[in-house]
């Protein structure tokens, strides 16, 4: 196989990845955070895993998986906190998801790109 196949092979995981999360209920996670994560293109090209109502987008496929894509959380009085969980720096409270999303983008890893098949072993 070569590097453009795989390639070609992880888009594909990562695309049907996201048609499933995107269809996922609300009792699983509220839409809107999947939405305004799928609108950002680079987001887009992570793989997405939903935990506990909370969406982790994932620099490989398979597990285990880095921790350094930051994390969007709701915050009970409103707004949202996005969290790099790898070192656990808190990066900011924004009120909308979309300036969540936002900043996740804002602090993606360095050298991020899309997902590859494999674990965090294999970046």
Same mark, same amino acid.
């Given at each position: ?12 995981? =990562? ?15 509220? #839409? ?8 950002? #293109? ?5 793989? #997405?895993?939903?935990?506990?109502? =909370? ?5 490989? *496929? ?16 409103? +707004?949202?906190?996005? =969290?790099?969980?790898?070192? +656990?720096?808190? &990066?900011?409270?924004? *009120?909308? &998801? ?6 996740? =983008? ?7 790109? #899309? ?9």
């Amino acid at each position: 196989m070569t590097n453009d196949e795989t390639s070609r092979d992880a888009a594909d995981i =990562v695309s049907a990845k996201w048609q499933t999360v995107l269809a996922y209920a609300d009792h699983k996670i509220n #839409p809107a955070t999947t939405r305004a994560a799928y609108a950002q #293109p680079r987001l887009r090209e992570l793989f #997405p895993v939903v935990s506990h109502g =909370v969406l982790y987008l994932n620099r490989c *496929t398979g597990f285990p998986a880095p921790a350094d894509v930051p994390v969007v959380y709701r915050l009970s009085g409103g +707004g949202f906190q996005v =969290v790099r969980e790898s070192d +656990g720096v808190n &990066l900011g409270e924004p *009120t909308t &998801l979309e300036e969540a999303f936002a900043l996740v =983008v804002a602090n993606l890893p360095e050298g991020c790109g #899309p997902a590859i098949i494999g674990t965090a072993d294999d970046l």
